[in-house]
């Protein structure tokens, strides 16, 4: 069945539509979907969780820990072996990895044995993103609009993680919500695997490439200006976004609760939030083909100033409202710095930048899930969202610091 389908993707009647660039665009895309999809399944089983086995919110989402610095720690190795082995290869080993790993720890009965297999989840995860991104704007002369549209798919993932696992655990278990989409995971893996190899021996037809910025514009005090701005905007954006994601269920469950108690329903919140906001990446992509980059960045930031302080404020339903604000300035961020990336190195050393700022992530990563749990056991979520307009406020600042040169590559 596999087989045919690749087979069905590059018969010559089907070369228009389904050619290898598109299919081989939307197994990426699946990926960065699944990617962030696994990265957030345990966050709306924490919520359904805790207070069972004395065990409470935030001790539970701590066992999140490892699969975050795992996410950041692993991306490292992933972006160098695959500039050195293979980028398709190692796709391959993260749909299957993280396919396995999650279909394992349905199966813990243990918190150490979820912990262990989190922390896999992690390791596999971190692929996705050094070696993923690099192959989505390899020969893109519109980077901004392919970046937009594959961070829609993983904004999507975002979404389906609390709507899957809300539903999941009320009509099965929380085994089910890591067992079923691990079982998935692996299928597209072994198709993508038929894919690749289908394709061996095929001649491609030449595709214009976005030329390597040159070197008279790339001088030593440009790099060390881009350098520091993306390295503050990933620590304060990074905090922000991985926070606000890993959040979000919880948040809609304490201030929907004269509405519903369903973790169904909780999740379906937060999926239709996360759904709606994801569309600002493509909004975003498109601007970045037509504006600099700096520009952009600086008044997403700004607005996620009062976003941010909004959703500290209220609840019910006017929550919703203001979340799916705030998770837009917040997606359309991310497109950002990945545009950077690519229009300030060379596509050679693309997979190791990428792992580079995916390692700077790690740092947040680390920390989030101890200081959502300590601030909400001793302040409160809407301390938590103070916190995180003052990092927004940090990026705002820190976009200052790029340079005003190239609008598009």
Request: positive net charge; glycine residues 10%.
């Amino acid at each position: 069945m596999l087989q045919r389908m690749t087979d069905f993707a590059a018969s010559p009647q089907n070369a228009g539509y389904f050619s290898r660039e598109r299919v081989g665009f939307l197994f990426l895309n699946v990926g960065h979907f699944f990617d962030h999809m696994f990265m957030l399944i345990f966050a709306t089983v924490a919520v359904a969780l805790a207070g069972q086995d004395g065990m409470s919110y935030r001790e539970l989402l701590e066992l999140l820990t490892p699969a975050l610095v795992m996410f950041g720690v692993g991306s490292l190795p992933a972006g160098w072996l695959a500039d050195r082995w293979s980028r398709q290869g190692m796709i391959a080993v993260f749909f299957i990895g993280i396919g396995g790993s999650s279909i394992a720890t349905g199966f813990a009965n243990e918190n150490w044995q979820i912990m262990l297999g989190l922390g896999a989840i992690g390791t596999f995860a971190a692929i996705y993103h050094p070696v993923g991104i690099a192959m989505v704007v390899e020969g893109q002369e519109k980077v901004g609009r392919a970046l937009g549209i594959n961070g829609v798919w993983g904004n999507m993932g975002l979404a389906a993680a609390p709507l899957l696992t809300g539903w999941l655990i009320a009509i099965s278990s929380w085994r089910a919500a890591f067992i079923v989409p691990g079982i998935v995971a692996v299928l597209v893996g072994l198709a993508y695997v038929a894919f690749c190899r289908q394709g061996r021996g095929v001649v491609r037809a030449a595709k214009r490439t976005v030329p390597d910025p040159g070197d008279h514009d790339l001088t030593r005090a440009v790099l060390i200006r881009v350098a520091l701005a993306l390295t503050l905007t990933i620590l304060f954006g990074g905090l922000i976004f991985h926070a606000s994601a890993v959040v979000l269920p919880k948040l809609f469950s304490e201030r929907l609760a004269d509405i519903t108690s369903d973790i169904g329903a909780v999740g379906t919140y937060a999926a239709i939030v996360l759904a709606i906001a994801s569309f600002a990446q493509i909004v975003v992509g498109h601007l970045l083909d037509r504006f600099p980059a700096r520009r952009i960045l600086f008044l997403i930031a700004l607005f996620q100033i009062p976003a941010l302080a909004l959703v500290a404020s209220i609840s019910g339903i006017p929550i919703v409202l203001a979340s799916v604000l705030m998770m837009a300035l917040i997606f359309g961020e991310i497109p950002i710095h990945d545009t950077i990336v690519t229009r300030y190195t060379r596509a050679a050393w693309r997979g190791r930048v990428f792992a580079v700022k995916f390692v700077l992530a790690l740092l947040v990563a680390a920390v989030v899930p101890r200081l959502i749990g300590s601030l909400h056991d001793n302040y409160g979520l809407d301390v938590l969202f103070f916190v995180l307009a003052a990092a927004a406020a940090g990026v705002a600042l820190s976009a200052l610091i790029l340079p005003l040169a190239r609008k598009a590559a």
